[in-house]
């Protein structure tokens, strides 16, 4: 089946400590998205990768880096500079050049801080 | 900026009543993209509906209907005769230049038996 796999599904962080949210996609689609999601708040974008090599920040990137050396796998590290990062974290995938412009959504990754 | 309010934070029905999730945008594009994704609670988001600028027209599937006014920039979403199924969080979106998504902060419908 085609789909979005996020790994781990629980994630507990230490203070300092650097930990990296796994996103992988089988569905042939060029971009990819990572959202952070807050209670009360809605989802937030922190990156985005249109194609292979390349990724922008998106609206709160600050204390958080990503990679897209291969079309199917965006990971996320959450580094210590974020300093609040115990939240639910969502990747998406879509077809850029698609106008209907539908992303779909992995089941998340919840993160905590020990 | 574009902008996407969903004023009700938590919405409660009983099974069977029908129940409206508002949706009220802001943008200066002429051309647009709004959709509506549901949360169950497993944490995935899944697609419901995607309406353009330039459709105005209402659409209706089984139980879920949209009503688009431009108007009004609101792009609203009722269920009819709801079922305990329904529970979930709702959210309401737009899409901006490049593709990305701005979405409201969320509808928490509980539908109780």
């Known amino acids: 089946d085609g789909g979005i796999t996020q790994s781990p599904k629980y994630l507990f962080r230490k203070e300092g400590q650097n930990v990296t949210l796994s996103c992988e996609q089988n569905?042939?689609?060029?971009?990819m998205y990572w959202y952070r999601q807050d209670p009360g708040q809605g989802l937030r974008l922190i990156y985005y990768s249109q194609i292979v090599n390349d990724f922008q920040k998106g609206d709160i990137a600050e204390g958080y880096s990503v990679s897209r050396e291969k079309k199917e796998s965006f990971p996320l590290t959450v580094t210590s500079a974020q300093k609040n990062p115990t939240a639910f974290y969502l990747c998406?995938?879509?077809?850029?050049?698609?106008?209907?412009?539908?992303?779909?959504f992995g089941a998340g990754t919840r993160l905590s801080v020990l | 900026a574009q902008k996407v309010t969903q004023a009700q934070t938590e919405i409660s029905v009983v099974e069977k009543e029908d129940v409206t999730l508002d949706c009220v945008y802001e943008t200066r594009d002429t051309t647009y993209y709004l959709f509506w994704y549901k949360q169950p609670p497993s944490g995935e988001l899944v697609f419901l509906i995607r309406?353009?600028?330039?459709?105005?027209q209402n659409e209706i599937s089984g139980r879920y209907s949209w009503n688009f006014q431009k108007s009004t920039s609101s792009f609203n979403f009722t269920i009819t005769a709801s079922q305990v199924v329904d529970s979930a969080v709702y959210f309401c979106?737009?899409?901006?230049?490049?593709?990305?998504?701005?979405f409201g902060a969320g509808t928490i419908l509980r539908v109780k038996s």
């Open positions: 979106a737009l899409r901006e230049y490049g593709n990305k998504l701005v």
């Open positions: 569905l042939n689609h060029d971009a």
């Open positions: 309406r353009n600028s330039f459709d105005e």
């Open positions: 998406a995938s879509s077809i850029p050049s698609d106008s209907i412009g539908i992303q779909y």
